[in-house]
Nanobody, 120 residues
Framework: QVQLVESGGGLVQAGGSLRLSCAAS????????MAWYRQAPGKQRELVAS???????NSAASVKGRFTISRDNAKNTVYLQMNSLKPEDTAVYYC??????????????WGQGTQVIVSS
């Protein structure tokens, strides 16, 4: 059974930084792309940043230059370093990964979400 567990969310003042982590565990055979999404109250879930198994990254225009996605393949973990945070970054952040397990072909898994609140 595969699961993703996020950590690192919290309350921070505008201009501050947070680092989110998401660790995948279970009967993992391989992990392809990993990504971070966020959902603010009353809004749709949106892609924040993604990273391939080879390390190529992509990020939303709203976070370019402020957020950095990275991964540690040995630890099956993806990170999101968030700097220069703004109140509009307030949301629940979810990690997402394309995982092949020992008993199941590749599918997308989601974490439970971690709350980020940026105060002005």
């Amino acid at each position: 059974q595969v699961q993703l567990v996020e950590s690192g969310g919290g309350l921070v003042q505008a201009g501050g930084s947070l680092r989110l982590s998401c660790a995948a565990s279970g009967n993992i055979f391989s992990i392809n792309a990993m990504a971070w999404y966020r959902q603010a109250p009353g809004k749709q879930r949106e892609l924040v940043a993604s990273i391939t198994s080879g390390g190529s990254t992509n990020s939303a225009a709203s976070v370019k230059g402020r957020f950095t996605i990275s991964r540690d393949n040995a630890k099956n973990t993806v990170y999101l370093q968030m700097n220069s945070l703004k109140p509009e970054d307030t949301a629940v952040y979810y990690c997402n990964a394309e995982i092949s397990s020992i008993i199941r072909p590749q599918r997308v898994y989601w974490g439970q979400g971690t709350q980020v609140i940026v105060s002005s």
